[in-house]
């Protein structure tokens, strides 16, 4: 049975820096792509960052020079450096793993063709908060 459980999350002041992490338990798979994703209320869920089993990472045009995604496959973990945060990124974030999945005729990378998309994502964790405050 895979689980995620997020952690990190919180209230920082503009400007702050935070860092969300996730365990991933019981998946196995050996192509596969994590991920990050946030939502507010009321609006759709939206990709953010996200790292494919080779390496390869890809964010989101809002995230790119603020955010650093990373897998820590010794321990299992997917990571979430945040800087420079502002009220626009209050959001819950979710981690979110694929099952196998491969990509065939591209060389693009599974992680920027799939990442930042929600229906590749077989499971979730249950969400973390994070609030920024100007």
């Known amino acids: 049975q895979v689980q995620l459980e997020e952690s990190g999350g919180g209230s920082v002041q503009a400007g702050g820096s935070l860092r969300l992490s996730c365990v991933v338990s019981g998946h196995n798979y050996r192509s596969y792509i994590l991920g990050w994703f946030r939502q507010v209320p009321g609006k759709e869920r939206e990709g953010v960052a996200a790292?494919?089993?080779?390496?390869?990472?890809t964010y989101a045009e809002f995230a790119q020079g603020r955010f650093t995604v990373s897998e820590d496959s010794a321990k299992s973990a997917l990571y979430l450096q945040m800087n420079s945060l502002g009220p626009e990124d209050t959001a819950v974030y979710y981690c979110a793993a694929t099952g196998l999945v491969a990509l065939h005729g591209t060389p693009k990378s599974m992680a920027s063709v799939l990442g930042l998309k929600s229906d590749p994502y077989k499971y979730w964790g249950q969400g973390t908060q994070v609030t920024v405050s100007s």
């Open positions: 790292v494919d089993s080779n390496g390869q990472t």
